[in-house]
């Protein structure tokens, strides 16, 4: 239960500090004198968005915080859930500085807004006049169903199972659409493919080639230079391999006579072996060269082609080609193999498909259970607030196709009279049976999810007389078990309450500020003797504050 909350610098609020009872708090005040500013505040604890116009003083820091008294819940999971320190009072503390940087804490850990926000659910629910509304809202009935019918476990793996339903379904229709592509694309791919396999490429070939249609291109030259190389190392007129042999036989016979003699003609000798070996190799390189005009056409066209496939491909080597012959194999291979992959993604959707049948129908299940313990239970509490005719259904339709949050179709029909036949809420109820429609379902979730803390914003809109009464009655039933935070603007009500806050404006050296202060016994019957009478006290209106005390 909330057991203390503090503003300071919100909106109209310099300085605040409430100490809730753990059963029926009431909050009057005049309207206009910040009642939802206190609800505001409030929000922002429970991971609600803020901006730079809550702060009341632009230069200071906004901060809002509230205490819960937590052992008899069970939130303790949740604590050790997101790593923090779990305490019995625990507190929830939201900061919004001039910057307009927004900072929430749990127990002085710092938390994003979704942990606080989570946490808040747990702890407390508020219901303001536009809840209403949501009645006649399909999304909000079902959510009412699945919390009667405890549906949260088998819902949260409907949705995981969904998820990766929808995700499956994504892929293969993707891949189907590849498939198609890869399908319209197969002919050019396979073109280019057999373009580049039938150019038989080798990664070394293009050097190869320039190398070689260069010697072609001046074979002649080459054969000259040969050739003449040849005819110096040894002809009839000079012979440069004669001579070096002639020196080696001469220094040969004064080797015994200087000793020196020896190394030099070793080394003579060694030059005629070398040059022996030149002069044959130049002679046959001599023999082998020579100018072949179709061998250069060959070479030319050769290498014209490989260049050609360059330019095609925006590619400057024969490795690059090779690699673009690889991949457009590699895209024929997937183009024909999609098939498999498409069926397997298919048999993979069908098992899918079935578990989330199963899922689906369980949680249909579990839901049609509780159909009649929300239309008795309703209509319970509204005979105890005056509508003894009053009819609810839950109409059910099992849907073909699977939604986020299952196959059923909710939708909540409401007759308050005999002779009308139950229809939509928003076109049969008035505002006040709306109000006491609420208070009903409120009640019931009370029930299913037993939170520790409920604020009600005037649902008694609509409502009066004996009618408010049994409302107020019925509220004060409520906090047996619940704390209840009571905002009303009628008297009958507000007189149930274990205690009563007043919230009033007032006015402070030019500037206007909104408090609440918890009202003692005489403040208390005069309060609700306004309530009843307006501003100018009678005997009649504080008798009938103290009668309302009485009842």
Do not use: W
């Not at 190392?233 to 002639?246: A, Y």
């Amino acid at each position: 239960m909330l057991s203390r909350l503090s503003i300071s610098n919100y909106a109209l609020i310099n300085k605040l500090q409430v100490n809730f009872h753990a059963n029926l708090n009431t909050v009057t005040g005049e309207t206009g004198a910040g009642k939802s500013i206190i609800l505001g505040a409030l929000s922002l604890i429970l991971g609600n968005r803020a901006d730079l116009s809550v702060l009341k003083e632009k230069d200071k820091k906004c901060i809002v915080e509230g205490q819960f008294e937590v052992s008899n819940y069970p939130v303790k999971r949740f604590f050790e859930t997101n790593d923090l320190d779990y305490d019995t009072s625990t507190i929830l503390r939201r900061e919004i500085t001039p910057s307009g940087k927004s900072r929430a804490f749990i127990n002085d850990t710092p938390v994003n807004l979704k942990v606080m926000r989570e946490l808040g659910l747990q702890l407390i629910d508020i219901h303001s006049q536009h809840q209403n509304l949501e009645l006649s809202n399909q999304k909000f009935q079902l959510n009412l169903v699945d919390s009667v019918a405890g549906a949260s476990e088998v819902l949260a793996k409907y949705k995981t199972q969904f998820s990766a339903y929808k995700s499956t379904k994504k892929e293969l229709q993707q891949l189907q659409e590849n498939a198609e592509q890869a399908q319209a694309d197969l002919d050019y791919y396979q073109f280019q493919f057999t373009q580049l396999e039938e150019a038989r490429l080798e990664e070394n070939e293009q050097e190869d080639l320039e190398a070689e249609l260069e010697q072609l291109n001046h074979a002649e030259e080459i054969k000259t230079a040969l050739t003449e190389t040849v005819a110096l190392l040894d002809n009839e007129t000079f012979s440069v391999l004669q001579g070096v042999k002639d020196g080696h036989r001469t220094l040969s016979k004064v080797t015994g006579y200087l000793k020196d003699a020896e190394s030099f003609a070793e080394r003579l000798e060694s030059v005629a072996i070398e040059l022996s070996d030149i002069h044959q190799e130049l002679e046959m390189l001599a023999e082998r060269v020579e100018f072949n005009p179709a061998r250069i056409e060959e070479v030319n066209d050769r290498l014209n082609l490989l260049y050609s496939l360059q330019q095609k491909h925006h590619v400057a080597t024969v490795a690059e080609l090779i690699v673009l012959r690889d991949e457009f194999d590699q895209k024929i291979n997937k183009a024909v193999g999609y098939g498999d992959e498409i069926e397997a993604l298919k048999n993979k959707l069908e098992n899918q498909k079935n578990d989330l049948e199963k899922l689906a129908e369980s949680l249909s299940k579990t839901r049609q259970k509780a159909f009649k313990k929300i239309e008795s239970s309703v209509v319970g509490d509204l005979n105890q607030l005056g509508m003894t005719k009053a009819r609810l259904q839950v109409v059910h339709n099992y849907l073909e196709d699977f939604q986020p949050d299952g196959k059923d179709e909710i939708a909540f029909q409401f007759s308050a009279n005999p002779d009308s036949e139950p229809d939509e809420i928003s076109k049969i109820a008035s505002g006040g049976e709306m109000s006491r429609l609420m208070l009903a379902i409120k009640n019931l979730l009370r029930n299913s999810k037993a939170l520790p803390t409920i604020v009600f914003d005037e649902i008694d809109t609509g409502v009066s007389g004996e009618i408010a009464l049994k409302m107020g009655t019925i509220i004060k039933s409520f906090s047996a078990n619940t704390q209840i935070i009571n905002i009303t603007h009628l008297p009958q009500i507000a007189a149930k309450g274990d205690t009563h806050f007043k919230v009033y404006k007032f006015e402070e050296k030019g500037k206007t500020f909104t408090s609440i202060k918890a009202l003692d016994a005489a403040e208390r019957v005069e309060e609700l003797a306004k309530m009843v009478g307006g501003e100018n006290l009678t005997e009649t209106t504080i008798k009938a504050a103290e009668e309302l005390l009485r009842i």
